[in-house]
């Protein structure tokens, strides 16, 4: 492939004895995975149900090699959820948050989502998630991959990290920024990326990073963790911006990071930091870069990549840091415009503990979604606190501060919205459900035609007496929920969404 020749240069310059190596990577084939929705799917099991999941990804719970002419996307099981196509290296960065059960959670660069969904397999639907991406329209598939994983616990924010800062503060125990690079390490996956890198430079990518963590500061709590990675190997991008980091908050410190030597991965190289990017460092800080991960794809089965994961100590100098702490939540930025979301009003009326009377149309919504409930979920009750926004409902994760400003695409998991009849329920509230929740369901196996009819968005006349009933049904394939139907008794109406359907 044509690499740019400026790109050429510095690469030869920075690896010396090792660039012919690395630029006869680009001669192999690119390296591509998925990894199991731990949600839904032990990761051992992945191996048992599909013959693509090859040698396992080392560094990656749950993640395995595919080969290049697989097509994971075209399979029932991708569209079950059950495993998400992503990247060997772009799996690294969760890994080294050390995400548990309970945490507070904050994706702040997050579509298309695969991130957002291993850090929700982590949780175990415990704690809260909030992902984010500051373009509109990336937040779709953001937020239909969370709803296709099943996640139950979390916000989906369309914002600038600032606004987000603001309502927060120093709220999150474990903060991933995936910042927006120049992309020198997808060269290979996607040559359009040469293009990009063209056009978008070095300088200016490390400038928007900076702006980016210098808001990521305020959101992580004292003790708590961020993870910062880009997949380029500019330094300019990796170990520069991560030295200004440490010269401006003192109260941060590099977690080296934990990975076996089998995986030959690269340390950072403070040696390739400039004059600039070193001022204000000391001694220690400057060679705790060290404790960096860098990905190269002659040393490792991966594309090319950098994560350094950071601690917020409870001592230090960070001013801006300590102005956050200990503070009441509110909007620190000016609102924008009103909005196609709530931006600058109330995040909706609270069932329990918002302190507000319901309004005639939220008590309609919740009645109508009890009726439904008790009529075909009688055993299962939503997490969190119900919460009504327009005539759509959502079950908010506990303990989540007032949404008041913030553009918010999911302020919670959505479960459906009522209409002049009935309630509806929602592809989210399908997928995020059990085998055994519903009492009307439609069992089929993956193999058999009316499945691939059913994710295609047609109508089913099964067999008599797979129906067990009249009315919202769940459509299960392999035990797996796939999404709702409408039983006349020998019919099914189709109620997957269209932009839900195997095209």
Known sequence: MKLPKAFIRTMRMLLQEEADAFFASYESPRTSGLRANGLKLAPERLPERSAMAGAPIPWAEGGYYTEEDDRPGKHPDYHLGLYYVQEPSAMLPAELLGVMPGHKVLDLCAAPGGKTTQLAAKLKGQGVLVTNDNAAERTKALTKNAELSGVRNAIVLNEEPERIAGVFGAWFDRVLVDAPCSGEGMFRKDESMVRQWERHTVESCALMQRDILRQAARLVAPGGRLAYSTCTFSPRENEGTIARFLAEFTEFRVVPADCDPAWGFGPGRPDWLDEEESRGLTAEQRESLRGAVRIWPHRSRGEGHFAVLLERTVTGTGSEVESERDRPASIAAKPKAEGRG????????????????????????????????????????????????????????????????LNAVRPGWLLGSATKHRFEPSQALAMGLREGDASLTLDLESGETDTLRYLKGETLQPPPGRLNGKGWTLVLVDGFPAGWGRSDGSTLKNERPPGWRWI
């Open 342 to 405: 709530k931006r600058g009003g109330s995040d909706g009326l609270r069932r329990a503990g918002g302190g507000k009377a319901l309004e005639n149309g939220a008590a309609d919504v919740l009645g109508k979604f009890e009726a439904f409930r008790a009529g075909f979920l009688p055993d299962w009750q939503p997490p969190g606190e119900l919460l009504v926004r327009g005539s759509s409902l959502y079950a908010v994760p506990p303990g989540v501060p007032p949404l008041h400003g």
